[in-house]
């Protein structure tokens, strides 16, 4: 939804603030970092795997013989997955500015990072499914939903994903 009421498939901001938090973009501009073709390297050897959309699917899942139909109903596409050591990262990001659908999404992440286990049990995998949102979201009208995202074992941040969080190292990775 944008300012003014309008909304739906026309809306831009929530696509700007993506592309701001690109977590390829991100790693990049860190020191001693480099993502080449989805592998992200520290001092030259490979410390994750990235994967956006239907990559995850393409790139991860289907070459290890996963079937996303036989475990899940309907694909789910990541913003962005981050995959370190055995621990796949779930990162979505979710930009608002006034009230909209995004209130609602931000709910789902139970389940969608439930679905995302199911997909990943076969590979042994663990998930840990997270947002980035704006600061939108840090209003006491949101503080239910943000106590309820942490209750059922997910997370989130304001415009910074913690390294240490992803498990590469301490700092942060902040949208611009």
Do not use: W
């Not at 074992?153 to 304001?158: L, P, S």
């Amino acid at each position: 939804m944008i300012k003014g009421g309008k909304g739906g498939a026309k809306t831009q901001s929530g696509l700007v603030f993506e592309s701001k938090v690109k977590l390829e973009d991100t790693i990049r501009a860190l020191k001693g970092y480099e993502v080449r073709n989805g592998i992200v390297l520290r001092g030259g050897s490979e410390v994750a795997r990235l994967f956006y959309k239907r990559g995850l699917y393409k790139n991860l899942l289907e070459p290890r013989g996963v079937d996303y139909s036989k475990l899940i109903s309907k694909r789910l596409e990541p913003d962005s997955a981050l995959l370190v050591g055995n621990t796949l990262y779930i990162i979505e990001i979710k930009f608002q500015e006034v009230g909209g659908s995004v209130d609602e999404k931000i709910q789902t992440c139970d389940f969608k990072r439930r679905q995302y286990e199911k997909l990943c049990q076969p590979l042994g995998l663990k998930v840990v499914y997270a947002y980035v949102l704006s600061e939108f979201f840090s209003s006491p009208g949101y503080e239910d939903v943000r106590n309820y995202i942490r209750a059922v074992g997910c997370h989130y941040f304001f415009k910074t994903i913690p390294l240490d969080f992803l498990g590469l190292d301490e700092g942060p990775i902040e949208a611009s």
